[in-house]
């Protein structure tokens, strides 16, 4: 069963564009050979909340990822043995995306409700002059 997760992984502010790109490129085969799909981003070079061993920078890689857990585990134990990479964190994205679509859904509903009663009051009954009789027993303007 195949599931969406986001891999966000940080590398060393000092690691040379090319290496980078074999990083991620046997990553994704890896995921691709798993039964996987995998598309990545790379964010650049960008400071660190914090101190992580001697970095304060990092180069930040987003790979976006469709596939089953132990596709998923392969590729995390690939992350924790590879050298460059400072830390990494993989989050499972497919049932927030669920709750989010249902979400819509009633918001969509509600909008479908509230918009049907308009239409449906447009039709008026005419309305007939008051008699005259009425319009006498209402002083025009009352003592203050």
């Known amino acids: 069963m195949n599931r969406k997760y986001e891999l966000m992984f940080i590398v060393r502010p000092d690691m040379v564009d090319e290496d ?3 990083l991620i490129s046997t990553l994704e085969s890896s995921v691709t050979s798993g039964g996987g799909i995998a598309k990545s981003e790379v964010w650049g ?3 660190l909340a914090y101190r992580v061993g001697k970095f304060n920078d990092g180069i930040f890689v987003l790979m976006l990822i469709e596939a089953g857990g132990a596709t998923v585990h392969e590729v995390e134990r690939r992350l924790r043995v590879t050298e460059p990479v400072i830390k990494f964190l993989t989050v499972r994205t497919d049932e927030e995306l669920k709750r989010l ?19 449906v009051a447009a039709p008026v009954a005419p309305v007939t002059p008051a008699a005259p009789e009425a319009a006498a027993e209402t002083p025009a303007s009352a003592p203050v």
């Open 45 to 47: 070079k960008r400071r």
């Open 20 to 22: 980078l790109n074999k």
């Open 101 to 119: 679509d249902k979400i819509k859904k009633l918001r969509d509903a509600k909008k479908k409700v509230s918009a049907q009663p308009a239409a």
